[in-house]
């Protein structure tokens, strides 16, 4: 097949290809962050994706459906602090307890389950109908809460690439510049005979 014959669709087709991997888990596949992920036949899917933002959505729609139509602010105060307590068994992934699987989904769970919450909690405080202004604040405080997140999954990641025999020659790094290449390893790889 010649490759400068290839339409936009074949070329998108085939980057897809390749990069279906990363969108299921954007975890390097690696040894190193096997934990990371949840192995489904042959597909990898990121425990904090797959596992944190259903919970997200599920908590929101029972709590914003449920829960908040009670007029009960007493309850809704409550919720509020149950929701920020769920949130903060984040703290685990401070310690090495997230390193068993289990413990690792059910701190996803329960962290997804406080966000939700807490964005249903809001919404109704400030008793917001909108729906650009629903977009705007489920986006701003699921930013302001998921910035700790991103920040330890960062430390996290840079501990474990710092223990990695290729440590020291990155260049020999398996994963290195993985994105960037795609297309080019899938012309490559088209272009050769099968």
Known sequence: MDINKLTTKEELKIVFRRIKPLLLSHHPDCEKFHDHVLHIGRNRFCIGCFVGYPSILLSFLISNFLIFPITDKNLHIWLLVIGFLLFGTLGLSITRLTEIKVIKIGQKITNGTGIG???????????????????????????????????????????????????EDSSKCPIKDFLPTILNESRIEEKTPE
Do not use: H, T, Y
């Not at 919450?117 to 986006?139: A, D, G, R, T």
């Open 117 to 167: 919450i807490i964005v249903s909690f809001f919404l109704n405080f400030f008793e917001i109908k909108s729906f650009f202004q629903i977009i705007f604040l489920i986006w701003g405080i699921c930013a302001v809460l998921i910035i700790p997140v991103a920040f330890i999954r960062f430390r996290s990641m840079e501990k474990q690439c710092d223990q990695c025999e290729w440590k």
